[in-house]
Each structure stands twice: as C-alpha cells, then as structure tokens.
C-alpha cells in the first residue's frame, strides 16, 4: 500500500478521524543523509537502495514530451490490471507485483531494463482470497531485492522468495490477513534475514525469516488499538458496501534497519508506539509512544533519530533501553497532516506529501513547518505516493497521474509538470537516467529525449 505504498493505502473517510497522536522532530540540524555520490543503477526497495526514497543526482530531465512517439518514453509495457505497488530496480531487471484479474494469479514480473522486455513471470492463486478495498487491488506490497534474492508478499498466497533469475528458493505463507481496507507494507531484506509486518488485521505481527532458508526466526505481535470506532457514530464515515469487518485501525508501515553509532536496530511503526528491536532475536529495545491509531507513513532515518509522520508526528534519538518517550523523544505532535506518502531529508529540513498534494518542509531542530505549497494541475493533486529525491530535485506523483518535478533550495521552485494521463498510487524508481513508474495500465521507463 507502499505504502508502501505507494504501498500504503488509506481510507480517506476515515482518516480526518484518526488525527489523535503528535509529530517528533530532532533537534539537530541534519543534511546528506544516506545521499549516494555514485551513479545509482540500483532502487532495490520501494524506497530505494537505502529505503530513504533518496536516488544519486540524475540525469533524469524535469520535464518529458509524453506524446506518442516521444523519445522521452524508454519503453512502456501494458499491465493487466491496477496495482497499488512500487516498481524496484537491480542488476538490469524491474520488478513488480501484479494480480491479475482475468487468471485470478497474484504475480511477480519482471522485465529488462534496457527495453521493458518480459523476462519472467511467477505466478500463483490463492486458496481464498483476503478482504481488500476497491481501491487497493492484490499485491500492493512491493517486492524487495538484496542483489540476489527477490522477495515478493502476494497476500494470501504467501511470501515467496526467487533468486533474480526466477528461481523460487523457498515459500511461506503466514495466514489469510483479514482487515477492510487490505494490506500495503512490503518486505524488509537486512542482516540476512526478511522482515514483514503482517497486518492490519484480525491476526497481525511482524515476523521475521532467514533469508536463504525460509525459516522462521521470530514474530512479535501488534497489539490491537483501543479507540473508539468512528464507524459507531451515524454521522461519521460508512462502510464499504458487503463489508463484514469493521475495525479501521491498524498499521500499513514497512520495517526500517538502521545501524548507528552503537548497534544495529530494526525500527517498527506501530499504532501508539515505535519499536525499535534486535533484528537478530526481535528482542524489544526501546519503545516511544507517540504514532496514531493508524499508521500509514514509515519510519524516515534521520541522523541518529527516527521521525514518525502522519496523523501524529514525533522525532525520537536512538540507542534507548524501555520506554523513552520522556528521555529521547525531541519533539511531539499531536496533530499533523492525513499523509500515506514518506517523506524525504533535504538540508536540514523533511519535505512531506500529504494526501491532498500539500507538500511542506519540516524543520529538523524544533518540528515547526518552515512553508507548505499545493501541487495542482488538471485531474486533481490528491496523492497517496512517497517522494522521491535526486540530487536537488524532488519528484511527487498524484493519484491521477501526474509527476511535479520541484526544487527546495533556497526555496520551492516547481521545475515541471508531467501528466501520464492514467491514475497511479505507486511511488518512482530512479537510477542514473531514467526514471520508472507504474501507473494502473502500465510500467512506464522515461528518460532523456
């Protein structure tokens, strides 16, 4: 729901209820996190190599003639179906996830990078198909790749993990998730070993195998939230027709892994709380309390802190033992905007999405917003994707399909306007020159005319 999603998804009728918990922020003035200087021909996550949405300066240009013909259009492949999944990118292959709706198959695809030719397709049906949204189709999970081994969540038919040239090394399958909206977080691969939140839902924990064996080392289970239900209030937000779950609370984010100055810890975002564990054991290190009742946006890797955005907001120093929300968390939130989309670090500061294309910078040192701009053009700016950053210049894609190209520094300048003309809730992919997106009727690979 990427989201993911990208990756992620969210009711929206729902989300101007759960503005219940705050915003945290580092008192440290922060720049070039985790910037790479090198010409990046890997996006191994749905965030990227680092899984900070952060790419190398591109030659990727800000403006691109999508007309027919256009020279600016590397390649673009049909899909068979909507898709709420990011694209990732490693060793000359793209890979997606896809359901299929006329074969009932939840696939991996995968396709060369040189010219979006097919290269192998995996696919497989579920026994029983896990509840979902209308508007978030199976396998919005993105895939994963560490080099060699891909991993891809297809739901209900489980978790698969190929080496790159398609060969399925080892499978499991974790249960049916049983939530209204459906699921969104992708796949975690660190220290040898896969990590994945398996929620929302009725059964929901992260669980953690060996990446080369499948076995399973670890699980912690999400604890269910204690909130009132806004569907109980008749004036409040409805249903999805036919649904029989009713419980909208839960988390959507992915697992970060981070390694600081002291040791290496796997960050997961829960409702009401941050974890930060071992990723060897999942023994619990440090908890803060301080995310919502839902949790779409994931943890963002900011110097030695973690910052949490969405209904609530908090920036939280790492390296704690128990509870430190009164000892290591910088600043708190309460209130912050109704996002899906993760933000990204630029000089100090975080540039943030929200789902109404509200784009703003975050200061580092106390959490207070420096400036906030609306990205518009025709079809809306509502968008569900995370940002993307190469060198100076940021990318965000709206749900109808449009990619505004924009700088920050000194102050925002929004340097293009790109329509694909099809909807999209996933987030880009960017290596050295080219630029990939997937829009709900095709992949698209974009570059230099």
Not at 63 to 84: D, F, M, T
């Amino acid at each position: 729901m990427h989201n993911q999603n990208g990756r992620g998804f969210v009711n929206p009728c729902v989300f101007s209820w759960m503005r219940r918990t705050g915003w945290l922020l580092l008192g440290l003035i922060v720049s070039g996190i985790g910037e790479p200087t090198f010409a990046q021909t890997e996006w191994r996550s749905w965030r990227g190599d680092q899984a900070n949405g952060v790419a190398a300066a591109c030659d990727v240009p800000s403006e691109w003639n999508l007309e027919e013909g256009s020279k600016a259009i590397k390649w673009r492949i049909p899909l068979p179906g909507a898709g709420n999944s990011s694209p990732i990118v490693s060793n000359g292959m793209v890979w997606i996830t896809q359901y299929e709706p006329d074969s009932g198959e939840r696939q991996l695809r995968c396709y060369s990078i040189t010219d979006g030719q097919e290269k192998w397709v995996y696919g497989v049906k579920s026994e029983q198909n896990e509840p979902t949204h209308p508007t978030n189709p199976f396998c919005s999970a993105s895939p994963v790749t560490d080099g060699e081994y891909v991993v891809a969540y297809l739901g209900s038919a489980g978790i698969y993990c190929f080496r790159q040239n398609g060969e399925l090394v080892w499978k499991q399958n974790p249960g049916s998730p049983q939530h209204l909206f459906g699921q969104g977080a992708s796949p975690l691969i660190h220290n040898g070993l896969v990590t994945m939140n398996f929620g929302p839902g009725t059964e929901q924990f992260w669980i953690t195998w060996d990446l080369v064996t499948g076995e399973e080392k670890w699980r912690i289970e999400i604890p269910k939230v204690d909130a009132p239900n806004p569907f109980d209030d008749p004036n409040g937000p409805k249903l999805p027709p036919d649904s029989k779950l009713r419980d909208p609370f839960g988390t959507w984010a992915t697992a970060v892994s981070v390694k600081n100055e002291t040791r290496n810890e796997l960050i997961l975002a829960n409702p009401k709380k941050l974890l930060s564990v071992n990723p060897l054991t999942g023994e619990i290190l440090w908890e803060c309390q301080g995310t919502a009742d839902q949790v779409f946006c994931s943890p963002i890797v900011v110097g030695d802190s973690i910052c949490m955005l969405g209904a609530s907001a908090l920036l939280v120093r790492m390296g704690g033992t128990g509870d430190v929300t009164d000892t290591m968390r910088t600043w708190f939130r309460e209130t912050d905007r109704g996002r899906i989309g993760s933000g990204v670090v630029v000089n100090g500061a975080i540039i943030a999405n929200d789902m109404q294309g509200i784009v703003e910078a975050i200061n580092l040192e106390d959490g207070k917003r420096m400036w906030q701009e609306r990205l518009t053009s025709g079809g809306g700016s509502e968008s569900w994707s995370s940002l993307v950053r190469a060198g100076e210049r940021l990318f965000a894609t709206s749900k109808a399909g449009t990619v505004f190209v924009f700088s920050v520094d000194p102050e925002f300048t929004l340097l293009g306007t790109n329509k694909l003309g099809e909807p999209t809730n996933a987030s880009p992919a960017i290596i050295k020159d080219q630029i990939i997106i997937r829009t709900d009727k095709h992949l698209w690979c974009l570059g230099v005319e």
